[in-house]
């Protein structure tokens, strides 16, 4: 499955992938504008996963985009940044051109949502889809006569290079920015597109080629005229978003000069990493956290790669969390080190206290941004193993450090001056700092601010919604392979101690083989396919579970944990683990002797 699962999956007649051509190719005509992306860090809303009209159904209106202002504007005044609000997919009506709101869902259009962002010096935002029209509902945007001589072959599709679309797009962004919009986001690019009279005269490369320069100088222009706009890019302009494997791809999968024509470009959609975890919301931590190592691997300077990571809401594109482990997401998002900090989802679920938090988060990281002088840490998120996020200020610096493992990890500090102090964790397992090492424990997340950092306040707390294990050891247990999708083995319980199993699927080469099961209301349960059983005298135990979701960007691996408490000590433990995914074909489980405080 590539690019947004969910979006591939319900494309009208199967869109293909097209191939990346060489990142360096030289384009036929270019302008080179040498963009530093946005000038300083800004924080933005995005009312995506507030609602999602591809998995779920859930519509936008005008009575939600409205209710999330007001929102946005509570927080402004809980201390809050907040300077962009970005309405986000299908605002637009059916036969609009993008100059119309949608009929039904904005009766009265946007002048109420303009007005109320400009009162309260918000700056507004929009999301254009770059040349795809349609899903498997037919089109969210039929083709107006303007644009009918850009047609692709592929009906789904316009082409760029040829015909009306591209200019009348270029007049319809003007109209929008003389109506106050200063945010400009863009995705679903196909660069295949090609109109029927096109198709012979060039090859496939070509006309790749021919589309990215013609959106590029498009966008360039519109940039010239107004050069106070940011310009966001999203699905379709480079990266590997897809899974969490190392190492990195050598030929980097980005191609230079989009950073000539975007401030920023994101680098995946929220979703979980190959890296089992019991917490699977940090497990999402580290697919966001392993996708800004590799941007940054593939040449995009930290402050241009929007790790658009922090999605709370109510909705089958955020898996429903609500505000589960929102904090350490936050504090995640800001570590980054990105320019571009991006906020989506349901905001009323935040309440006073919660916003005066998300402020005092800010305030540790802004300035720190500002600066350009975050790095990474340790090992590659996805590997694994303990990394971090240091980031360098005028007197002090701060790491955000992260333990995605199964075990207590010891982690050596970078060397900096002055004093250090914990100033964040989940919950449980209490760190601990020596010298210049870090004491963490599975799964957990800590931040240590040096120097002026280690002050009282900067202190952030502990997040006490997650409770990490006090103490944690893997057992020496062998499972048995009896047929190519079932894992069994059988051992005695740990006196007092939890179980915690994890089970993970491979393809043959060795690389973890995701699941891909649809989305909400109609896909199914992640944990229906990658079964985990630990059983009792044919009685199976009550177990914890957070895979039991709807995953439409897939998954490969379950993790599953029972109480001591459940367990009869004198009994033998049974665990079967299973899959009913057609392409896994390595299948692996360890089991975990464990207690909390």
Not at 73 to 88: C, P, S
């Amino acid at each position: 499955m590539k690019r947004r699962n969910f979006i591939l999956n319900t494309l009208v007649g199967g869109l293909a992938i097209h191939p990346f051509v060489s990142a360096w190719s030289k384009p036929v005509s270019y302008s080179d504008l040498k963009l530093a992306g946005p000038k300083k860090p800004v924080f933005v809303y995005n009312n995506w996963s507030a609602y999602d009209e591809l998995s779920d159904n859930k519509p936008q209106t005008e009575e939600l985009a409205l209710r999330e202002l007001n929102e946005v504007i509570r927080l402004k005044r809980l201390g809050v940044q907040i300077d962009y609000y970005v309405m986000d997919a299908f605002w637009f009506d059916l036969w609009g051109g993008y100059r119309g709101w949608h009929k039904q869902h904005w009766p009265n259009g946007p002048d109420k949502w303009l007005e109320g962002c400009k009162q309260n010096k918000i700056k507004p935002g929009m999301w254009f889809s770059t040349n795809l029209i349609a899903t498997h509902s037919g089109r969210f945007l039929e083709v107006i006569d303007e644009w009918k001589d850009s047609l692709a072959t592929d009906p789904n599709i316009m082409c760029l290079f040829d015909g009306g679309y591209l200019s009348h797009l270029a007049k319809t962004l003007q109209i929008w920015y003389d109506k106050g919009v200063r945010l400009f986001k863009f995705d679903f690019a196909y660069f295949e597109a090609v109109t029927p009279g096109m198709k012979e005269k060039f090859s496939k490369d070509e006309i790749f080629e021919k589309n990215k320069v013609a959106f590029m100088l498009m966008l360039q222009d519109f940039r010239k005229s107004n050069p106070d706009i940011l310009i966001t890019g999203y699905n379709g302009f480079g990266g590997s978003m897809e899974n969490t494997y190392t190492p990195f791809e050598k030929t980097p999968p980005i191609d230079p000069r989009w950073l000539d024509t975007f401030d920023t470009l994101y680098s995946g959609d929220p979703r979980f990493s190959d890296v089992p975890m019991m917490n699977i919301w940090r497990s999402q931590d580290n697919y966001s956290d392993h996708q800004v190592n590799a941007f940054n691997a593939y040449g995009m300077p930290v402050r241009r790669i929007d790790s658009c990571a922090f999605m709370i809401g109510e909705t089958g594109t955020c898996y429903y969390r609500g505000l589960n482990a929102w904090k350490g997401m936050l504090l995640l998002e800001l570590a980054r080190g990105g320019w571009l900090n991006v906020y989506h989802g349901n905001l009323e679920l935040l309440n006073d206290d919660d916003g005066k938090w998300f402020a005092k988060a800010q305030n540790l990281f802004r300035d720190l941004q500002a600066r350009d002088k975050t790095s990474t840490l340790g090992a590659i998120p996805g590997s694994g193993s303990a990394y971090g996020f240091k980031s360098v200020g005028r007197s002090g610096a701060v790491c955000t450090m992260v333990n995605p493992s199964q075990a207590i990890a010891t982690i050596a500090l970078p060397l900096l001056p002055g004093a250090a102090k914990i100033l964040y964790a989940d919950g449980g397992f209490k760190p601990k700092l020596h010298n210049e090492t870090l004491v963490i424990g599975p799964e957990q997340l800590a931040i240590i601010g040096f120097g002026e950092y280690a002050h009282d306040q900067y202190q952030l707390g502990i997040d006490h919604s997650i409770n990490i294990p006090q103490e944690i050891s893997k057992l020496d247990i062998s499972f048995l392979q009896s047929d190519k999708k079932l894992l069994q083995a059988s051992f005695k319980p740990v006196k007092g101690k939890n179980i915690r199993v994890v089970f993970q699927q491979y393809y043959s080469n060795g690389d973890p083989c995701r699941s891909w099961l649809g989305a909400p209301p109609d896909g199914k349960k992640v944990s229906e396919v990658i079964r985990i059983k630990i059983s009792q005298a044919n009685k199976t135990l009550p177990q914890h579970i957070e895979y039991d979701k709807m995953i439409w960007s897939g998954l490969s691996w379950g993790v599953a944990e029972v109480q001591y408490t459940a367990i009869d000590p004198e009994k033998t433990i049974e665990v079967t683990c299973g899959t009913d995914e057609k392409d896994a074909a390595i299948l692996k489980a360890q089991v975990y002797a464990l207690s909390y405080v």
